[in-house]
């Protein structure tokens, strides 16, 4: 059986040989851990096309950096993972602490069930393979907002691996051109999270809040560069990034920091930084930690967490006391890529547009709401929505939910362009109106300031003939072949009917007077 | 009344033949006389007298209890009194320690009261100071065996807030009166034969060995190969979950602190330096050492590894169809003050739970009988050793043991009516010159 794997195996190789022959290629992610890689820095190592036969040696000039993301992300649930206290969003220091959070002794941790749902859905949605069994440690160090001294999390056996999540990324002068990328989840674990600590400098004081951290959503940056076909370099972590922006921000510019710093001579240590946002760099933190030795044990209140699915379900138990895998998968709701791609499909949008429509809060269902109740081609509705709609949001830093226009005001305003009853121009003018006095309908509005477009075709040929014979000049260059004059009798035209006509109307009417 | 059984006083107190008030205000005076024995180290006289009024309210209507440990609680929904945190405990009506590697069956075997260890995961450790969460058990201290079963019933079954207590439902403990031992197989381990244990101890074994022999039980040699390795086990894992335990004591949320303002470390060492003794601090040292990177491997996954053979141990000797083990409870009688300050605390320890800790390793119930009293006049028990959540059967056979044994269980009461005077002056005088 030897041979026919040999022969086999040999026509990938040759490929991959080929490939490098013509040129660099994308750089590829590590073997472990959730990586995202890319060739950075200097236009020098841009990118270079496929097609081009050049031969890059051992990359001396050349940098691939490796980026790995650890997400603290806080589930969304009544009490907290371990103990019976409540969560509330700004609750008052230290009001939602037990006994257990307080690390009293002789209390003990009970795992909430919500949490566990949460992760494995979460693990689902990611492409995870779950755990049926994962287990609980003690991760040891002194810290005032650590009030046990140790904090419970899942280091030797997490509830979900080996994911993966494909995103789109937009590049390219209209940022039109998509490029799909895929990203390795290595695993999700449920651990338990800090206190908050506030420090008073004043003071020279620190108080702790056992609430626990608020903030959803926290991310620690791994970062280090290379030169491709060699190994990895030493990496830093960038603690802290509470935003994507300061995430990308401080990516940036510790890949560069890196680069800049392994040219010169220097060498990268194995740290752990922070971003200053106002200086837009990242600086080494206060050395807590240096190698760290957390003395990781087996939590021993917690025994196993075995979760289950239809197959492997024992008979006869109690629902209240088990978690079924399937039916979790059963609840999920739908995952954005199925409907983005749906809107692809149903309404011929743009791929960009799709993903702008759900990186919003509550704005696809704004859209849904306004596609309901209007008769607008789905395009002119995404437009308005993703442009005029978003464009005001964004302007005064609303989210969705804070319009002052309702889906209903926006598809009657649609209606309403649709019938040609006003011109897009006016439109546009009822919007702002609408945006500014909640409550008027865009009927209403229209009414008011009487920006319906004249619907009596006949009185608009006589405006048309009178125009053109008040201004037999700007006739004139028009028929000498000036290509501004017409706009010019448009503009006449308009003014003359209190911009109540549609200007393609009048061009068209101009243009049949003037070849008759 | 405080000769009886926790159920003849029950009674008595549902049938108004004492009051509450009564009943309390005869252990307090008690604890008085007795104050040089120094027993209790915190009397709460009058919170337990508090009780007790609330205890006579009670006997008319329904009550809604506070947050207590979950054993506590238990007690106190069934009416029991805390009197105060004992020292050590001889003329209870019933007392609640710990047990993590015997710390309730050594004190009992010395002082000649029951010492039962409920098995793991029976009884609720919400509320328990831990020391070795795996291994910890609240222990029942009793004076016969039928109250520690009383005890037991009211304390086990699960608890929501004590992720490893069984979710069974668990049946009651009232014990059958045994009157025919010839369907039991009692298994004695060859290796706790060990050169330290004394021959008075040795000699009360073999008696016991031989009074089940001579009522008709099969009694036969068992082995447990890796007792021998049982001690350093103990060690490791002990002394790394205690290490982990004790990381909470930093003196910010709770407890000493001290005054120290340089920085948070530096208020955390000395906080801890000054709050824990040299023996607590020897073992968070070594815990730490066994849990570091470098050594976790080789020493605490190898005691996991050693534990499961340890355990494994019982389990094929009770498949074997040993049905309880019987073994010495301490190396010998209680050893005076001044022999006892002679060794360091690991090797008392040691030596001292030889016999209990593997027990506490496996998860098992144990419980240690009063037998006989020495030649030094001293107490001395032998412990019964069950399989996993047959506690009421190891209880029964207990208890058929300790109405054959008949040990002249203390009456101090009645030791204080008859040479009050004479005794106080004596016993003090005693003490002082220790």
């Known amino acids: ?516 | 009344m405080l000769g009886r059984t926790l159920r003849e006083v029950s009674v008595a107190l549902k049938q108004g033949q004492i009051t509450p008030t009564e009943l309390c205000q005869e252990c307090l005076s008690l604890i008085k006389k007795t104050k040089f024995l120094n027993a209790y180290i915190t009397v709460s006289e009058e919170v337990a007298l508090k009780q007790a009024e609330e205890s006579e309210e009670r006997y008319k209507k329904g009550y809604v209890p506070p947050y207590n440990a979950t054993v506590v609680q238990k007690l106190l929904d069934q009416g029991a009194l805390l009197m105060g945190k004992t020292n050590l405990d001889e003329f209870a009506m019933g007392a609640l320690g710990s047990d993590t590697g015997g710390s309730t069956r050594n004190p009992a075997a010395l002082c000649g009261v029951v010492g039962l260890k409920p098995t793991y995961g029976l009884v609720s450790r919400h509320g328990l100071i831990p020391l070795v969460n795996s291994m910890d058990v609240p222990g029942i201290l009793t004076r016969c065996v039928d109250d520690a079963a009383t005890v037991l019933g009211v304390l086990a079954g699960h608890d929501c807030k004590d992720s490893t207590t069984v979710q069974d439902p668990v049946k009651s403990f009232i014990l059958p009166s045994l009157t025919d031992v010839s369907k039991l197989c009692i298994g004695i381990p060859k290796e706790y034969l060990v050169p330290e244990l004394s021959s008075e101890v040795q000699s009360l074994w073999s008696k016991a060995a031989k009074l089940f022999e001579s009522e008709g039980a099969k009694v036969i040699e068992v082995s447990l190969p890796h007792t021998s390795y049982s001690i350093v086990c103990y060690h490791v894992l002990c002394t790394s979950e205690v290490a982990s335990n004790m990381a909470r004591f930093d003196g910010l949320e709770y407890g000493h602190r001290c005054d120290i303002n340089v920085s948070t470390e530096a208020m955390y060492a000395a906080t801890r330096r000054e709050g824990f003794n040299d023996v607590v601090r020897g073992r968070i040292l070594s815990g730490n050492f066994f849990l570091l990177k470098e050594n976790y491997e080789n020493y605490f996954i190898k005691a996991q590894k050693v534990r499961r053979l340890i355990a494994n141990d019982f389990v094929n000797v009770f498949n074997s169809g040993v049905d309880v083990l019987l073994t010495p409870t301490t190396l010998s009688e209680a050893v005076p003050y001044v022999e006892f300050i002679k060794e360091d605390n690991r090797t008392r320890s040691a030596q001292g739970d030889i016999f209990t800790q593997a027990v506490n390793m496996a998860g098992l119930p144990a419980v240690s009988v009063p037998m006989a009293l020495s030649n030094q006049g001293l107490p001395i028990g032998l412990q019964f050793i069950g399989r996993a959540f047959c506690d009421q059967q190891l209880l029964t056979v207990a208890k058929w043991f300790e109405k054959q044994v008949q040990f002249p269980i203390i009456q101090l009461q009645e030791i204080m009516g008859d040479c009050s005077s004479v005794f106080e002056n004596d016993l003090a005088s005693v003490s002082l010159k220790q």
């Open chain 1, 1 to 516: 059986m030897a041979a026919p794997v040999l022969r086999w195996s040999c026509p990938a190789r040759r490929w991959i040989l080929a490939n490098i022959d013509r040129g660099p290629r994308h750089g590829r992610g590590s073997p472990t851990g959730s990586r995202s890689s890319g060739k950075r820095g200097q236009s020098s190592v841009a990118q270079q096309p496929l097609a081009t036969a050049q031969k890059p040696r051992k990359g001396e000039h050349q940098w691939a950096a490796v980026v790995g993301l650890e997400i603290h992300a806080q589930i969304s649930s009544n009490s907290k993972l371990f103990s019976g206290s409540q969560v509330h969003f700004a609750a008052p220091p230290n009001s939602l602490v037990s006994f257990f959070d307080a690390s009293l002794p002789g209390t003990l941790p009970v795992l909430n069930r919500r949490c566990v749902e949460a992760a494995v859905m979460t693990g689902l949605a990611l492409n995870c393979h779950i755990n049926k069994k994962s287990l609980f440690d003690r991760k040891h160090y002194f810290y005032a907002d650590l009030p046990a001294g140790y904090q419970i999390t899942q280091q030797r056996l997490p509830i979900a691996v080996k994911g993966s999540l494909a995103y789109s990324v937009f590049v390219g002068k209209n940022r039109n051109q998509v490029i799909n990328k895929t990203v390795r989840i290595k695993q999700i674990q449920l651990e338990q999270d800090s206190g908050k600590s506030l420090h008073d400098d004043l003071r020279s004081q620190t108080l702790i809040d056992l609430n626990r951290a608020e903030g959803q959503l926290r991310v620690d940056a791994n970062i280090s560069v290379h030169h491709p076909g060699e190994p990895l370099g030493v990496r830093t972590e960038v603690k802290n990034l509470n935003s994507a922006r300061f995430l990308a921000k401080a990516i940036d510019y510790e890949i560069q920091r890196q680069i800049e710093e392994l040219e010169n001579g220097g060498e990268i240590l194995n740290e752990t930084r922070s971003f200053d946002c106002k200086l837009g760099c990242t600086v080494p933190m206060r050395d807590k930690e240096g190698k760290q030795d957390y003395r990781f044990i087996p939590e021993p209140n917690l025994p196993p967490l075995l979760l289950y699915d239809s197959a492997s379900l024992p008979a006869g138990a109690d629902p209240q006391q088990v978690i079924n895998i399937d039916q979790l998968r059963e609840q999920l709701p739908e995952l954005p890529r199925v409907t983005r791609e749906k809107l692809v499909q149903q309404y011929g949008m743009l791929p960009e547009h799709s993903f702008t429509l759900l990186n919003e809060v509550g704005l696809l269902e704004f859209f849904q709401n306004v596609m309901k109740e209007t008769r607008a081609e789905p395009k002119r509705v995404t437009s308005w929505v993703l442009n005029t709609f978003l464009g005001f949001l964004k302007q005064q830093n609303l989210a969705v939910s804070e319009s002052p226009v309702t889906p209903s005001a926006l598809a009657e305003l649609l209606n309403l362009l649709d019938q040609k009853t006003i011109s897009s121009a006016a439109a546009k003018k009822v919007f702002e109106e609408l945006w500014r006095s909640g409550g008027k309908t865009p009927a209403q509005i229209v009414s008011e300031k009487r920006l319906e477009l004249m619907q009596d075709q006949e009185a608009l040929e006589e405006l048309c003939q009178a125009t053109m014979e008040k201004h037999p000049q700007v006739v004139m260059d028009l028929k000498k072949g000036n290509p501004r004059a017409i706009n010019k009798l448009i503009g006449l035209v308009r003014k003359a009917t209190l911009n109540r006509a549609d200007p393609t109307v009048i061009k068209e009417m101009l243009e049949r007077q003037l070849s008759s």
